[in-house]
C-alpha cells in the first residue's frame, strides 16, 4: 500500500466502485424539454442520477412549488405579526389612557378605540374565511 501511494501524484481519489459504462440515447424536441422539467422539478444533483433513478424504478423526487399558495402564506405570516404588535400597542394605550387623562376623556377615547377594534375583529374574520376558502380551493385537492 505504501507503494502505491508513492507512485500517485496526485490528483483525485480514485473511486471504490466508478461509473465508467456509459449509454447514449436520442430525444427530439419535446422530450428533451420534458426531460429537463422533470429533471428541474426532481432537484436531483445531475442528470445521470436523475436518469439512473428513473430507469431503476428508484422513487423519483419532484416538488411542485405553488407560488400563491406561498405568497399567500408568506403575507398571512405578516397579518399575523401585525395583529400580535397591534395587541401589544393596544395594552400599552390602555395603561397610558388610564395614567395620563381623567375618568370621562379615557372613557371618549376607549370608546373610539373599542369602534376601530370592532372594525380590526371583522377584518380578522374575513381574513379567516378567505384562509378557509383558499385551503379548501388549493390545499384540499393535492396542491
Do not use: W
Not at 436531483?44 to 423526487?61: D, E, G, L, R, Y
Not at 397591534?86 to 390602555?94: F, P, R, T, V
Amino acid at each position: 500500500m505504501k507503494n502505491e501511494l508513492r507512485k500517485r501524484k496526485g490528483g483525485r481519489l480514485p473511486l471504490a466502485d466508478p461509473a465508467k459504462h456509459r449509454h447514449v440515447f436520442y430525444l427530439n424536441d419535446a422530450d428533451e424539454i420534458r426531460l429537463g422539467t422533470l429533471f428541474h422539478q426532481s432537484e436531483a444533483k445531475n442528470m445521470a442520477q436523475f436518469i439512473t433513478s428513473c430507469i431503476f424504478s428508484n422513487p423519483v423526487k419532484v416538488v411542485k412549488i405553488d407560488k400563491g399558495v406561498h405568497d399567500y402564506y408568506m403575507r398571512l405570516t405578516t397579518f399575523f405579526d401585525q395583529f400580535r404588535a397591534i395587541g401589544h400597542n393596544y395594552n400599552q394605550l390602555i395603561k397610558l389612557l388610564h395614567s395620563n387623562f381623567g375618568e370621562k376623556k379615557a372613557l371618549a377615547f376607549l370608546y373610539k378605540l373599542e369602534q376601530v377594534t370592532i372594525e380590526l375583529a371583522g377584518l380578522n374574520r374575513e381574513i379567516i374565511e378567505l384562509t378557509h376558502e383558499f385551503e379548501h380551493k388549493h390545499l384540499a385537492n393535492g396542491g
